[in-house]
């Protein structure tokens, strides 16, 4: 069975001969461990006086002209190693959403700060600042917002080629340049006054609402036209200890854009996946209603359970996850570590399908190394009947 | 019990922000004095709200939309008190440590002590260990509220903690830790003095401390 077979059976519920792998995304570091160092770092780069005096000069006249050709690369190299490590599933993200205002700032274009900065592995990585809208104005007047069409266009192109190289040793789930409806908010507008501009701008939001649901799905729909199988949108939609907002009011505000997007993508036959971060447990439910057919949902430094949540939805929707970030995949855990969880996982969430071991999520301190230990465990312990003792 | 002091209870237990100043005039207009507003509509409706977040009725953004109902109604009180009459319930540092530059969880947590009566001197984010330390002495606040959300930060704690130790302040302040990558575990590696899950706990802690300091 090859791995995109894999993957898709899975999940449509069907047997496999062997339970899945996906990579929750790599960081530099992990894509260097995994092709090799650059010659110069980036951090070496962004400390040079010439590249910073450039960027705080002309940052944002470059983007289109210079950086987004060395994003593409970089972002193509990712993908690389994913599959080199051995994944039969990798998310594949194209990120064109930056525009660069200075050496140390970065905007996205539908309104959020980012600090550009050191990921302590000498590269560089970027971090949430903050909101770029505190006010109606900032808002009217944002100057970057984005022309949907051209995204979308770019993201065809980008993804027709990742496709024509990776398509065929693994299954794609793929991301361009559009983040959840929910979260792009969330950051545009600051966590602390979301509740407050939902509440007096319900204009405002809506427009909001309505730009990123249009770039979403015109960007899955180019993806999906370039062939690839899986769309993944990442939508952190909880906090550690449960959900941001009342459920309801989540389904209210997007689930319409969700269900829109989610049934295009399966009518032209593909399958939809969502991450969100924190404890989802109270919205697995509105998430299966809204059609999904993977959560990559369940953050294991949250109080998420994934054991519980297979014998809940087990039957309705694909759990992708498993393996933590914070301790087993660094490296401060041991090799046997990873694999005792890696066969834990498989014991219990194995049996019935419907199961996709991965990390719980991508971060600069993942070593390729551990990577590879998750990924060879999971081949051993894997085959279908499960066996494990 | 007056009529116009449970509505302000009501006004925030059902988060009103858009009514909360008519009812806080007409309590006035009806003779109540700021602090009996305060400690019998404001306190006691954040206590309702507190509790139905705790019980699952009430969600994060609740809570922040209590606090900012609370936000709306105290320049109207604060009006009319004398001064010297608002007590604080003490000063809290609030900072996100050294590396790491999230601070949605520290703000809430702010938001939540600052509505129940606390000084909260807010450091900001990427804070490093001798300014929360200094800070500390300068003000004489003794409790501390440390935020972190990246696995690869949380040393930072231990510094603060370390800090605190080389000043010779570690018996006098204590040090409270929270955020997406803390756990109760984390707290006792790091030698701190508690772990508050949500921002509803780090309120209880540091009314509990402050019960006891």
Redesign the interface.
């Known amino acids: 069975m090859n791995p995109i077979e894999r993957v898709l059976k899975t999940m449509e519920g069907k047997p496999v001969d062997r339970v899945p792998t996906f990579c929750a995304m790599v960081e530099d570091r992990t894509f260097n461990e995994v092709l090799g160092k650059p010659l110069i770092s980036q951090e070496k780069l962004m400390r040079n006086p010439l590249a910073r005096f450039i960027l705080d000069r002309w940052g944002r006249k470059l983007p289109k002209l210079v950086f987004q050709g060395e994003v593409n690369r970089a972002l193509e190299k990712r993908i690389r190693a994913q599959v080199e490590l051995g994944f039969d599933s990798v998310w594949a993200i194209l990120e064109g959403s930056f525009i660069v205002i200075d050496s140390k700032t970065m905007v996205r274009f539908t309104g959020s700060i980012f600090n550009l900065q050191p990921d302590g592995y000498g590269n560089m990585t970027y971090m949430y600042r903050g909101p770029a809208f505190k006010s109606r104005d900032d808002f009217e007047s944002w100057p970057y917002w984005p022309d949907t069409d051209e995204v979308a266009h770019s993201a065809y192109k980008f993804f027709k080629k990742i496709v024509s190289k990776y398509g065929h040793r693994t299954c794609l789930f793929g991301q361009a340049s559009a983040y959840g409806i929910h979260e792009s908010l969330l950051w545009a507008v600051g966590f602390e006054k979301m509740p407050i501009w939902i509440r007096r701008e319900k204009d405002l939001v809506k427009r909001f609402i309505d730009i990123n649901e249009e770039l979403c799905f015109k960007t899955n729909m180019a993806l999906l036209d370039a062939g690839v199988p899986v769309i993944i949108q990442t939508d952190d939609f909880a906090f550690k200890s449960g959900p941001l907002m009342n459920p309801k009011l989540i389904d209210e505000l997007f689930g319409p854009s969700y269900r829109r997007i989610i049934k295009a993508v399966h009518d032209r036959g593909a399958k939809y996946v969502l991450h969100s971060c924190g404890d989802n447990t109270l919205l697995i439910d509105m998430f299966i209603s809204w059609g999904v057919d993977g959560l990559h949902a369940y953050e294991t430094t949250s109080n998420a359970d994934i054991f519980k949540e297979k014998k809940l939805h087990g039957d309705k929707v694909t759990i992708i996850g498993g393996v933590g970030v914070d301790y087993l995949l660094t490296d401060r855990s041991k090799d046997e570590e990873v694999v005792d969880m890696v066969k834990k996982l498989i014991r219990e969430l194995g049996p019935d399908g419907r199961f996709i071991i991965s990390p719980v999520h991508s971060l600069s301190s993942i070593p390729a190394h551990k990577l590879r230990v998750m990924v060879d465990a999971a081949h051993k312990y894997g085959s279908y009947p499960i066996s494990i003792s | 019990m007056k009529e116009s002091i449970l509505a302000v209870r009501n006004a925030i237990d059902t988060l009103d922000?858009d009514g909360i100043g008519t009812i806080v005039n007409q309590c006035l207009k009806e003779g109540l004095s700021p602090e009996e507003i305060i400690r019998e509509g404001i306190s006691k409706g954040l206590n309702i709200v507190g509790r139905k977040f705790e019980e699952?009725e009430?969600?994060?953004?609740?809570l922040?939309?209590a606090g900012?109902v609370v936000r709306e109604a105290m320049p109207i009180l604060k009006e009319k008190m004398n001064p010297g009459d608002a007590k604080s319930k003490g000063k809290v540092i609030l900072a996100t440590v050294q590396g790491d530059?999230?601070e949605?969880?520290k703000?809430?947590v702010g938001?939540i002590l600052s509505a129940n009566g606390f000084e909260v001197i807010d450091l900001g984010v990427d804070v490093p260990a001798e300014k929360i330390m200094d800070t500390a002495k300068t003000t004489g606040a003794r409790l501390i509220g440390l935020s972190a959300l990246l696995?690869?930060m949380v040393t930072s704690i231990r510094d603060v903690v370390e800090t605190s130790r080389r000043a010779g302040m570690r018996d006098q302040v204590k040090i409270v830790i929270g955020g997406?990558?803390t756990?109760e575990t984390l707290c006792r590696e790091m030698g701190a003095d508690a772990y508050g899950?949500?921002a509803i706990d780090a309120l209880r802690i540091f009314n509990d401390y402050r019960a006891t300091a």
């Open positions: 922000l699952g009430y969600f994060l953004a609740d922040i939309m900012e530059i999230h949605i969880g703000n809430i938001m696995t690869t997406a990558c756990t899950e949500t």
